[in-house]
């Protein structure tokens, strides 16, 4: 969850788990890199890219307003606020896989001219053409409660988001399956976990194969980032991305996790900074300076890493090729 998160919703208490932590067979290979430095990843906090099917245009949050980056060859455009937004406190979007809706959470009122939302609830954009329709409000059925956050979408459009059991006590992860006209009640993602960690920020694969998600346990202040694997109707006890992607225990937060365009490479937010050594070049400082000036200042930004060796080594252990 992003900073703006943790200011606008005081009362979240974020964590999941009691978790099997490993790292992969290849840390190197694990090794987080950050995304589109100084353009997408900027001075401020910025989180959630929610890629279209093509990886050639996101909407992501910064600061409680969605911004819009499209790109025609390498680069990712300056980005600009998403048509839809820029009023109310917007945040946290995520991408149908086929790129036809986004969902996300925002405190706009839930009904023409009346007041802000005291929580976070759900809505949903749909693409039209180069462009976006107006946004509409999920129903209660996803909507469950006041305080609705961390939305993800499955390929078949069912929903994955957080939300206190009985509103009370920590968030845990809930699915609502899509069904012709809207949602079914939502239910408790089971996650073999205790009850007592908090688990949020779902990031579910398209074929819901496997899902990433933050948590933390209750003496903790820092979230980090699991991985659990479905097979048939349940889920396999979550695993720790370990140190190479979540960095030192107790150091930093790890979260917001969304899933690229190849459903195989995981986005997140960190708060981490670049480490600085002493003595340095008069050239290295001014690396750092600029660096710095144009992301690395302990605001959240975005980071990327291919959850490969991770699948692979549950693909083998399950006995596939």
Do not use: C
Not at 5 to 10: K, M
Not at 209 to 236: M, N, Q
Not at 271 to 293: F, G, K, M, N
Not at 302 to 311: A, D, G
């Amino acid at each position: 969850m992003s900073l703006l998160f943790r200011i606008t919703a005081a009362v979240l208490l974020l964590g999941p788990v009691a978790a099997q932590a490993a790292d992969p067979a290849d840390p190197a290979a694990a090794a987080p890199q950050i995304f589109s430095p100084g353009v997408i990843s900027g001075p401020a906090n910025d989180a959630d890219p929610a890629f279209a099917a093509d990886g050639r245009s996101l909407v992501f949050s910064r600061n409680g307003v969605l911004m819009a980056s499209s790109r025609s060859g390498e680069p990712w455009s300056k980005p600009e606020i998403a048509p839809f937004s820029g009023v109310w406190m917007d945040a946290q979007p995520t991408m149908a896989p086929d790129g036809s809706f986004l969902v996300f959470v925002s405190n706009r009122p839930l009904t023409e001219g009346g007041k802000a939302h005291p929580g976070g609830q759900l809505w949903r954009v749909d693409r039209q053409g180069a462009g976006w329709g107006q946004p509409w409000l999920l129903p209660s059925t996803v909507n469950q409660s006041a305080n609705i956050w961390g939305p993800s979408i499955a390929g078949d459009g069912s929903l994955y988001f957080m939300d206190r059991v009985g509103g009370k006590g920590p968030f845990h992860i809930w699915r609502a399956q899509a069904k012709t006209g809207g949602w079914a009640a939502a239910q408790l993602v089971k996650l073999g976990s205790d009850p007592a960690w908090q688990e949020v920020d779902p990031a579910v694969a398209p074929d819901e194969s496997f899902l990433v998600f933050s948590a933390k346990a209750p003496d903790d202040e820092h979230e980090r980032l699991f991985i659990a694997f479905r097979s048939g109707s349940t889920w396999g006890s979550p695993v720790d991305l370990g140190d190479s992607v979540n960095g030192r225990k107790g150091g930093n937060d790890s979260n917001e996790g969304r899933l690229g365009p190849d459903g195989r490479t995981l986005y997140f937010s960190s708060d981490r900074t670049v480490p600085i050594h002493y003595p340095h070049t008069v050239q290295q400082a001014a690396q750092d300076l600029a660096r710095i000036e144009a992301w690395d200042n302990g605001n959240q930004n975005v980071w990327s890493v291919s959850l490969e060796p991770w699948i692979a080594a549950a693909r083998k252990s399950s006995g596939q090729n």
